[in-house]
């Protein structure tokens, strides 16, 4: 079956614009969660989704929201962006999420350079 | 903050079986222990879970002591594409907190 799919796999902005990133997790799974991966600072975990519920969210400011949709794909979206924010946006879908210690499945990542 | 700590790199050659231990720092009742493989530019692959002793699959196995304070992971007869970050992790749920994992470099 089809693994998780991102779009777009890389983008450039400049300081100040927004960007939106796509995510559609495995077929049947509900859960999507987004990581952002930096040299610096690892992968950090953003958020997570469920029944297009946020249900957990990580140390992120608010400029980096995300939604779900009834069909469990998900965006994030990051506004007024800052050259700190060039990383690689990683999505992961899960069938339950949440409390589940379950295998989380990634995408490959949308590439993200902030000019 | 992550709650594991690993070695910050290894080198093995082809054919020799790698062990890599985590410290499970904190481990809580309800975590699992999760490895994780990484290439470059690519998602995180899921490699192997336990809850404590010995979980082997396809591609590695996980030996976990009764106290849970440390795992292994095991890597049979490594070949030149497991060199990767391989990434160990108490997991509670999706909330994955991700180490600075250990990167295996593996020579011909």
């Known amino acids: 079956k089809a693994g998780v799919t991102q779009t777009p796999r890389y983008l450039i902005k400049t300081r100040g614009q927004q960007v939106t990133l796509s995510c559609s997790p495995i077929s049947g799974h509900r859960s999507v969660s987004w990581y952002q991966q930096t040299p610096g600072q690892g992968l950090q975990f953003l958020f997570e989704?469920?029944?297009?519920?946020?249900?957990n969210k990580g140390n992120f400011p608010g400029r980096f929201s995300g939604r779900q949709f009834s069909n469990s794909r998900s965006e994030m979206n990051v506004s007024t962006l800052e050259l700190g924010d060039s990383a690689l946006y990683l999505c992961a879908s899960s069938l339950l999420g949440g409390s589940n210690t379950g295998e989380l499945f990634f995408g490959e990542g949308s590439r993200l350079t902030v000019l | 903050l992550a709650k594991t700590t690993q070695p910050i790199s290894m080198d093995s050659y082809e054919g020799q079986e790698v062990n890599i231990t985590c410290s499970h720092n904190n481990i809580a009742t309800n975590d699992y222990i999760t490895w994780y493989q990484q290439f470059p530019s690519q998602g995180p692959r899921f490699i192997i879970q336990g809850y404590k002793t010995k979980v082997t699959n396809e591609v590695a196995s996980l030996f976990i002591p009764a106290d849970r304070k440390s795992s292994t992971l095991s890597l049979p007869r490594v070949s030149l594409s497991d060199t990767a970050v391989y990434y160990c992790l108490n997991q509670a749920g999706t909330a994955l907190i991700f180490g600075k994992g250990t990167t295996l470099s593996v020579s011909s």
């Open positions: 989704y469920f029944s297009e519920t946020q249900r």
